[in-house]
């Protein structure tokens, strides 16, 4: 394993007693979430089912469509994939937003920027219909059963006639955690994943099945920008892991404080 360590900027302020209450936090509000869905109980800004497959769509762009969009869907068939704009002879790039994130900047990007220059399929997974729910409820539910949603497609994109060596899942901050879950389902794996600041609070601290981990593809790399204080180490590890500026303080971003990256964890 790599580990690029950039120093930081500033001096960071350690939080001992902040180190694991995020995790705690997010596991008492899954215990009351999942209990009051038991139960039929509403909650507010929590939705009364799981995210399910049709509320997963991917917006496929190619160099021959590169302003308008192929949608498919979970459930689509392997024969509507094969009658898309992909071409399978091609990389094909995934990307999964965040929370309280819509795909509309990532369409942008990676169309304005990347096709350009790179002649690949771009896949852009929208699930912005449940990234504004409650926050602890999209890390202990949506993200896991989003994991679960994609991985099943990316499958069927294989078996459409993609490599899977050929595919690089990219995805920010939550987006970060479902492609790790996504590429576990996935055998043989993928050749590439890139997480960059994967969502770390609640994540830092549960066992590698249930996060992103440099078992999830070929080649991990993530990327720690911003943890903020509450994702403090034990950071999540990739093959490769950039800690830009102590990962806490990039230039002419708010200012944030948290500790130095602890690079032991795997």
Not at 101 to 118: A, C, D, G, H, R
Request: aromatic share 10%; net charge positive.
């Amino acid at each position: 394993m790599t580990v690029i360590f950039f120093p930081a900027v500033i001096d960071p302020t350690i939080l001992y007693n902040q180190k694991y209450s995020s995790f705690i936090d997010c596991q008492i509000s899954a215990i009351v979430i999942r209990g009051a869905l038991r139960a039929n109980i509403p909650l507010d800004n929590v939705p009364t089912r799981p995210v399910m497959d049709e509320d997963v769509s991917y917006y496929l762009f190619t160099r021959k469509n590169p302003r308008i969009p192929d949608i498919l869907y979970s459930n689509d068939s392997v024969a509507k994939i094969q009658s898309s704009n992909i071409n399978f002879k091609k990389e094909t790039v995934f990307y999964v937003h965040g929370y309280a994130q819509t795909i509309n900047n990532e369409v942008s990007n990676f169309t304005k920027y990347l096709l350009p220059i790179k002649d690949v399929n771009v896949i852009i997974v929208n699930w912005d219909s449940y990234a504004f729910f409650d926050l602890q409820y999209s890390r202990a539910i949506t993200v896991p059963r989003l994991g679960e949603i994609m991985g099943g497609f990316v499958r069927k994109v294989i078996k459409a006639g993609a490599n899977p060596k050929n595919i690089h899942l990219i995805g920010f901050s939550a987006g970060g955690e479902v492609i790790g879950l996504a590429g576990q389902t996935i055998d043989p794996r993928v050749g590439r994943i890139s997480a960059f600041d994967p969502q770390g609070s609640c994540y830092n601290f549960l066992p590698p099945n249930e996060r992103i981990s440099k078992t999830d593809a070929d080649y991990v790399q993530i990327v720690h920008c911003s943890v903020g204080i509450r994702a403090l180490p034990p950071y999540i590890m990739g093959d490769v892991t950039f800690v830009v500026n102590g990962g806490v303080l990039q230039p002419n971003c708010v200012n944030q404080t948290s500790s130095r990256p602890n690079i032991s964890r795997s």
